[in-house]
């Protein structure tokens, strides 16, 4: 590890505040963290400089919800996973590197079938490879022929869920997935029905938390939104209050406010292909309208994409974090927020990421021009830096 450095000449927005920090236009790096932030010439000492121009630095972006095993431009869900072990750790390394480049310097794995992603994480914190640092879920716990299915997580009552979560654990994982409902991807599959019934899920939750184990849940209809929020899962992905009608028509002002009083994020997956949606007036005003409820009602929100899933790649969360404002109907500093602090927080790594503070890792992102009024400034950092190493 390279000695200490100080970024001088910095606009600073720590992850938090609606404002650059007052009165401190320095960051000094040490070992990978943040050991002070000031006036540059308190922190020069001992230092190699970096004059960063008068830019702004943030906190690395954080993509709550990945698939590094997934190919995003093959279509059919049942074609991909057919490389080589070799050529799919290879190709997820690739997808890694240019994560980090475009400024995720964290990102959660919620599935795969192959535990390739844990050998990958274990490697990128190693510093063998480039990467964000990554929490895995390993193979999702889902019903007989449900979700991603394929993934080999497959379950017919509780006992095998069980068995499935035991097996994940052994394998090393960071959190447990469930399909809490149907989803889109997989054939045969409905969005809208609930996989598994609320003691299935409750009993799920209970063994996790004995594991230490935090638990995210895929849900797009509102019964299985009602089940994980009653289980107490740490974040449910999605949310798409999915009913037989079709998307987002199911909202139920009840459950919305369980999940905010229960504390449980939700992780919309509004990625960069949900520029798609613009100018669909009708879907557009309901997704809003349900996100406006949902804030109303408390819950919060923080940022992911799905990333892997059809023409959804896995570097373009600061392409998603604008089309994410709209649709959530947030400002750029809420946003933010949900990228960093609260995406860290909710995912288990607010004492290690997510916010520009002594101790914290030096997770940092440099761009060019005023990223609180303007989140186009994402798409093209001048330089990224992970748990202090600087990757362009
Ligand atoms: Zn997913």
Not at 39 to 66: K, M, S
Not at 110 to 115: D, N, R, V
Not at 263 to 291: C, Q
Request: net charge negative.
């Amino acid at each position: 590890m390279s000695g200490p450095v100080t970024l001088t000449d910095v606009h600073i927005w720590n992850g938090v505040d609606a404002h650059y920090l007052d009165g401190a236009d320095a960051v000094r790096i040490e070992a990978g963290r943040i050991t002070a932030i000031g006036r540059a010439d308190a922190l020069r000492e001992g230092a190699i400089t970096h004059g960063c121009n008068g830019r702004t630095l943030l906190p690395g972006l954080i993509d709550a919800h990945v698939h590094l095993c997934l190919d995003p431009n093959i279509r059919a869900a049942l074609e991909q996973g057919r490389e080589t072990p070799e050529a799919l750790r290879a190709v997820m390394a690739e997808r890694c590197k240019a994560m980090v480049e475009a400024g995720i310097t964290t990102a959660r794995d919620l599935g795969g079938g192959t535990w390739d992603e844990l050998i990958i994480r274990d490697r990128i914190l190693a510093g063998e490879l480039p990467g964000p640092r990554l929490v895995c879920s390993g193979q999702p716990i889902t019903s007989v022929r449900g979700h991603c299915h394929f993934w080999g997580g497959e379950a017919n009552d509780l006992e095998e869920a069980l068995e499935v979560l035991e097996r994940q654990i052994a394998k090393g994982v960071d959190l447990i997935k469930v399909m809490a409902t149907g989803g889109n991807l997989t054939p045969g599959s409905t969005p809208a029905l609930a996989q598994f019934d609320e003691p299935t899920i409750i009993r799920i939750v209970e063994r996790s938390t004995a594991h230490g184990r935090h638990v995210a849940a895929h849900c797009h209809g509102t019964a299985g939104i009602r089940h994980a929020t009653a289980a107490g899962v740490t974040t449910i992905e999605h949310c798409s209050w999915v009913g037989t009608d079709g998307w987002g028509v199911d909202y139920d002002e009840e459950t919305a406010k369980q999940i905010g009083a229960r504390g449980i994020w939700v992780s919309p997956t509004i990625s960069a292909n949900w520029k798609r949606h613009l100018g669909r007036a009708e879907f557009e005003s309901r997704v809003r309208d349900n996100f406006r409820r949902m804030r109303e009602a408390g819950v919060k929100l923080i940022a992911s994409t799905d990333a892997g899933i059809p023409n959804v790649f896995h570097h373009q969360l600061p392409l998603a974090l604008p089309l994410f404002a709209h649709f959530a109907n947030l400002s750029p500093v809420e946003v933010l927020r949900a990228a960093t602090s609260d995406c860290a927080t909710a995912i288990g790594l607010g004492a290690r990421t997510g916010r520009i503070e002594p101790g914290l890792c030096a997770d940092l992102v440099l761009v060019e021009g005023d990223v609180l009024a303007d989140l186009d400034t994402l798409a093209k950092p001048v330089q990224v830096w992970a748990r202090g190493v600087p990757v362009l």
